[in-house]
Nanobody, 115 residues
Framework: QVQLVESGGGLVQPGGSLRLSCTAS????????MAWYRQIPGKERELVAR???????TYDGFVKGRFTISTDNAKNTVYLQMNSLKPEDTAVYHC?????????WGQGTQVTVSS
């Protein structure tokens, strides 16, 4: 069973930056896409950024221009670089991998943007 482990979350001031990482416990065969979602208590999980075909990226309108998703296939890792963070970005961030074998989720990492 593949496990996804996120890291890099924490407390940051408005305007600051964080880089989230999500590493798979082993190589995943035939990945369709990798993505980051976020969830605020009481609300549904929402897509933040997605990368497919190795380089095709899509972003939620609220983060476009501030966040960047990227991958390092050699390290089985997907990243989310978050710049110009706002209090509204506070949430638990989860990574997701869609592959031939199924859909995998990480347990999440907390991001808190506050002064």
């Amino acid at each position: 069973q593949v496990q996804l482990v996120e890291s890099g979350g924490g407390l940051v001031q408005p305007g600051g930056s964080l880089r989230l990482s999500c590493t798979a416990s082993r190589s995943i065969f035939s990945i369709y896409a990798m993505a980051w979602y976020r969830q605020i208590p009481g609300k549904e999980r929402e897509l933040v950024a997605r990368i497919s075909g190795g380089s095709i990226t899509t972003y939620d309108g609220f983060v476009k221009g501030r966040f960047t998703i990227s991958t390092d296939n050699a390290k089985n890792t997907v990243y989310l670089q978050m710049n110009s963070l706002k209090p509204e970005d506070t949430a638990v961030y989860h990574c997701e991998v869609q592959a031939v074998a199924g859909r995998y989720w990480g347990q999440g990492t907390q991001v808190t943007v506050s002064s």
